[in-house]
């Protein structure tokens, strides 16, 4: 059984920085790695992907430039870096993994098979 367990979360800022990271509890080949995002009354949302075989990464539009993704497969642990937060950022945000190439669809949540159980990041004005 794979698990996935997300930390880092917590309270900043507008314009503070805060590191989020996913360890997966066991060493296994995933295609693909991804963080999204779900705010109350708002549907999950894919904010990056990376690709685990070329380390190719992937951004939605609202994060790109503040919010990097790394892999250190290493430690089987993923990283979202976020930058320059915005009040908008404030979500549950969930580490996700598949083992199946996605494509081009690797910022949807359905494409998952496997997430962690989320921490809360909260930005303030």
């Known amino acids: 059984q794979v698990q996935l367990v997300e930390s880092g979360g917590g309270s900043v800022q507008a314009g503070g920085s805060l590191r989020l990271s996913c360890v997966s509890t066991r060493r296994t080949s995933f295609n693909f790695m991804g963080w999204f995002r779900q705010a109350p009354g708002k549907e999950r949302e894919g904010v990056a992907a990376i690709n685990c075989v070329n380390y190719n990464t992937y951004y939605s539009d609202s994060v790109k430039v503040r919010f990097t993704i790394s892999l250190d497969n290493a430690k089987n642990t993923l990283y979202l870096e976020m930058n320059n937060l915005k009040p908008e950022d404030t979500a549950m945000y969930y580490c996700?993994?598949?083992?199946?190439?996605?494509?081009?669809?690797?910022?949807?949540?359905?494409?998952?098979?496997?997430w962690g159980q989320g921490t809360q990041v909260t930005v303030s004005s």
């Open positions: 996700a993994a598949s083992q199946v190439y996605l494509g081009a669809a690797y910022l949807s949540a359905q494409n998952y098979p496997y």
